[in-house]
């Protein structure tokens, strides 16, 4: 099982792996002249990021509601 620190870290490296993922893909596209499949590609990696995020974000969410 993960620990509480893995937990948070795992998502954290996810979205690294997708950022550098996405601009290395944008930017061979944008050498090869395709700047509209770069553009699709970068929205498409900020879509997954925020994807894998998401439980992070919902749990911050949740622990803000709980102060207030």
Do not use: H, W, Y
């Amino acid at each position: 099982l993960l620990s509480g620190m893995d937990m948070l870290m795992l998502p954290v490296l996810k979205c690294l792996a997708i950022a550098v993922t996405t601009r290395v893909g944008s930017e061979l596209c944008k050498d090869a002249n395709q700047s509209a499949a770069s553009s699709a590609f970068e929205m498409m990696g900020t879509v997954c990021a925020l994807g894998v995020a998401m439980p992070l974000i919902l749990s911050l969410v949740k622990t803000l509601g709980g102060l207030l």
